[in-house]
C-alpha cells in the first residue's frame, strides 16, 4: 500500500539546515505527491510530467524559502499550480502567435502598449478558466482546441470513445464560456 502523508517537519527542518541526505530524502518523498498534483492539474500528461520535474528542482533549490516546515503540501500545491499555468499560458501564447503577426491589428496597423496588455491579460483569464476545468474536460479542450488534434485522435488518446470525446469537448467549452461571461474582462472594465 502506497504512503500518503507527506514527509514530516524533522526531515524539512534537516533539509532546510542543508543535510544533503534528508533533501534527497524530502525530494524522493515529495515526488509521488507532487506527480499526482500534477496530474491533476496540467492539460496532459507530459505537461504534468514536466511541471512535476520543475517543481521539484524549485523544491531542491529553494526548501530554504519554505517559511513553515508543515507547510511543504501547500506550498508544494502552488508551485505545480503555478507550472501548469504557466504551460497553458504558453501553449494559449504560441496557438495565438502562431496565427497572427503579434505586431499587427486586424486593420494592419501596429498595435499600441495598451492593447498589447490587454492581449495579455485577456489570454491570461482564458489560460485561469482552462485551468479551472475538470482535468477530463480540461485535457480534451487543450488537446483538440489548442493543440489541434483531430477529435478521433485526441479520444484515442484518452481512451475513451467520440462521443464521450465530444460530450467532454462541449461541456469544457461550454464551462470555460460562462467563467469568462461571469468575470468581465479588464478591457471591458476599462471601456466603463
Known sequence: MADHTWPGAVLVAAAQRGDVDALTALVHGSHPHVRRFAHTLCATPQDAEDAAQEALIILYRKIGMLRASGALASWMFRI????CLRRTRALVHHASAAESDPFATPGGTARSAEEDALLRLEAERVAAAV????DDQRQ???MRDIQGLPGRMVADRLGIGTAAMKSRLHRSRSAVREALRDEPSRSEENRR
Open 80 to 83: 505545480v499550480r503555478n507550472e
Open 131 to 134: 485551468a479551472a476545468l475538470p
Open 140 to 142: 480534451v479542450l487543450v
